[in-house]
Each structure stands twice: as C-alpha cells, then as structure tokens.
C-alpha cells in the first residue's frame, strides 16, 4: 500500500512514510495492520536477523503464559502499557476467556494501534484502550479510562511487554517503571519482556535501520532489565529467556531458547 492509499484506520497524524515499530511488528506476526514502509523494513530486519519473526511469537506466546498465570494468582484487572496492534491471543481475550469480570486497560502511544483496539473492545464494558506514553505514567494512570476500569488499592498486573527496549535512557524508562510498582497494592504484578544487547555485526545492522524508524530499539544487558524488577521479588524460574519462562511443555523452551532475543520475567509486589 502506498502513502496515497490511507485507509481509514490510519489517523491522517501518522506518516506512513516512516516505519513504525507497532506495525512493523504486527508484520512479523502476520497483521494486516501495516504499511508498504514497515513491511520493506521488517524484510530488511529478516534479512539481518532471521530469529526475529520467531522472536515475535515467542514473545507473543510469553505474554499469553504470563497473562494466564497471573489471572491463576487471582489478579482480575489488567494494564497493558505498550499493547501494540491487536493480534491474536490479546490481554482481554485470554484474561476474560478465564474471568469474564477481568477489567483490561490498553495503553499504546502508536494511533494505529490504539484505533485498531478500539474497534476490537467495542462493546467490551471491561476494555478499553487509550493513547498515552509510557514515560508519563501519570496520564495512564491519571487517565478517565484507569479511573473507570482499574482499582489501585487491588492487586493488579502491569504489562511491559516488548516495549521498554524503544525507550532510551534519557528518557528514564527505570524511573518510569518504577512509578508504575509504587502505584501497585501489594499482591500485584509486572510483566516484562526486553530485547537484549547483542554484540555482533547482525545486531548493528537491525539497530541501525531502528535508528531510521519511528521507534529507535536499544537491547540492554540483563543487569540492566533484571533493574526493572527493583521493588517485587521474581517470581520462579525468574528473568530468562521468552520460551524458558514456563514453558507449557517439558522442552517446550527449546535447545536454543537465546535465538528468542527477548528475556523476560514476572515480578510480584510483596
Ligand atoms: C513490539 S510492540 C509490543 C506489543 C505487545 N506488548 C506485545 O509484546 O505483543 C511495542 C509497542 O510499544 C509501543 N510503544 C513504543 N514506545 C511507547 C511509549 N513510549 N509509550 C507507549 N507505547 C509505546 C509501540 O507503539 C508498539 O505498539
């Protein structure tokens, strides 16, 4: 699709020119949500890094196992911060599928994600998405939607899942983070996922077509996204890779769970 086809999902406010990290995504994972731009972006990420298509799943997959875990510990009230374009197996269709009451907040600051969530919710009273950035959790939590949606004072899970890797350190993603766990009652949940550093040619590559994008990536070592965690305990097997975080399977992880990029984890609130 050229820049001249705007469906009319595409909010005139987003330049279709320039790939975007939320539709390059949906590519990977098999979405129709995506433009020319992101999808001669993410072949060009395929090329570099092949895993990369794989990666999305898995960590696609991670998010539904957490998710489902989390609903099994008793939380029933979900805020998804970087939701990204509704694919299969969202937040609300696995928490609700177990607990129709589960109350779902989706927070992404792409417009075409956050258009494409609020046709999916409608009539969903439990669901709602918003646009807002991550680094302002005042305006998530703040919001009309969390007020209507979210009891802080209850056990909740925080979902940051494949999102913090786009924020750089100037714009204090821990110190945002960590505004999200001092909001949490006790009893609550993050759930987080983070590319990782990699110290190869491959890697410079895939950052430096980021770089061109609307979404600069920047993996960080595991020190550095195990610092996310500061203020809940991880819960077992703690910070691993996507497919190694309870995998429904003996050996369901796979021989080489590293080629997932991701590592990711679920920190409870004491
Ligand atoms: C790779 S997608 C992940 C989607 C989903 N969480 C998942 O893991 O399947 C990353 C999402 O983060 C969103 N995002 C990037 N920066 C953000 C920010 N500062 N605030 C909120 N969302 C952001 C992007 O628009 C995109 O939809």
Same mark, same amino acid.
């Given at each position: 699709?050229?820049?001249?086809? %705007?469906?009319?999902?595409?909010?005139?406010?987003?330049?279709?020119?320039? =790939?975007?990290?939320?539709?390059?995504?949906?590519?990977?994972?098999?979405?129709?949500?995506?433009?020319?731009?992101? %999808?001669?972006?993410?072949?060009?990420?395929?090329?570099?890094?092949?895993?990369? %298509?794989?990666?999305?799943?898995?960590?696609?997959?991670?998010?539904?196992?957490?998710?489902?875990?989390?609903?099994?510990?008793?939380? %029933?009230?979900?805020?998804?911060?970087? $939701?990204?374009?509704?694919?299969?197996?969202?937040?609300?269709?696995?928490?609700? @599928?177990?607990?129709?009451? $589960?109350?779902?907040?989706?927070?992404?600051?792409?417009?075409?994600?956050?258009? +494409?969530?609020?046709?999916?919710?409608?009539?969903?009273?439990?669901?709602?998405?918003? &646009?807002?950035?991550? /680094?302002?959790?005042?305006?998530?939590?703040? $919001?009309?939607?969390?007020?209507?949606?979210?009891?802080?004072?209850?056990?909740? @899970?925080?979902?940051?899942?494949?999102?913090? +890797? #786009?924020?750089?350190?100037?714009?204090?993603? !821990?110190?945002?983070?960590?505004?999200?766990?001092?909001?949490?009652?006790?009893?609550? !949940?993050?759930?987080?996922? +983070?590319?990782? &550093?990699?110290?190869?040619? &491959?890697?410079? /590559?895939?950052?430096?077509?980021?770089?061109?994008?609307?979404?600069?990536?920047?993996?960080? =070592?595991?020190?550095?996204?195990?610092?996310? #965690?500061?203020?809940?305990?991880?819960?077992? =097997?703690?910070?691993?890779?996507?497919?190694?975080? &309870?995998?429904? /399977?003996?050996?369901?992880?796979?021989?080489?769970?590293?080629?997932?990029?991701?590592?990711?984890?679920?920190? +409870?609130?004491?």
């Amino acid at each position: 699709m050229s820049s001249t086809e %705007r469906p009319s999902w595409a909010p005139e406010s987003i330049d279709l020119d320039l =790939p975007n990290a939320a539709r390059v995504y949906d590519y990977l994972l098999g979405g129709a949500a995506n433009f020319e731009q992101d %999808r001669i972006f993410a072949e060009k990420v395929l090329e570099a890094m092949p895993e990369a %298509r794989s990666a999305a799943r898995l960590n696609r997959a991670f998010l539904r196992r957490a998710v489902r875990f989390c609903v099994e510990t008793g939380i %029933r009230q979900f805020i998804d911060v970087g $939701s990204g374009i509704p694919t299969a197996g969202n937040v609300h269709e696995i928490a609700q @599928a177990l607990d129709p009451d $589960s109350r779902i907040l989706y927070v992404d600051s792409e417009p075409v994600a956050v258009t +494409h969530s609020e046709l999916i919710l409608r009539g969903n009273a439990n669901a709602e998405a918003i &646009r807002a950035d991550l /680094t302002d959790p005042e305006s998530v939590l703040g $919001s009309d939607a969390a007020q209507r949606l979210i009891d802080l004072s209850q056990p909740v @899970a925080v979902l940051m899942v494949a999102v913090l +890797h #786009f924020i750089p350190d100037d714009a204090q993603p !821990h110190r945002a983070v960590a505004r999200y766990v001092e909001a949490m009652a006790p009893g609550s !949940h993050l759930v987080l996922s +983070h590319a990782v &550093r990699q110290d190869s040619t &491959r890697a410079d /590559t895939v950052n430096e077509l980021y770089e061109r994008s609307t979404n600069p990536g920047i993996g960080r =070592p595991p020190e550095e996204i195990a610092a996310f #965690f500061t203020g809940t305990t991880l819960v077992p =097997p703690g910070l691993l890779w996507t497919p190694q975080w &309870r995998p429904e /399977t003996p050996g369901g992880a796979g021989d080489h769970p590293e080629t997932s990029l991701v590592q990711a984890g679920v920190g +409870h609130k004491p």
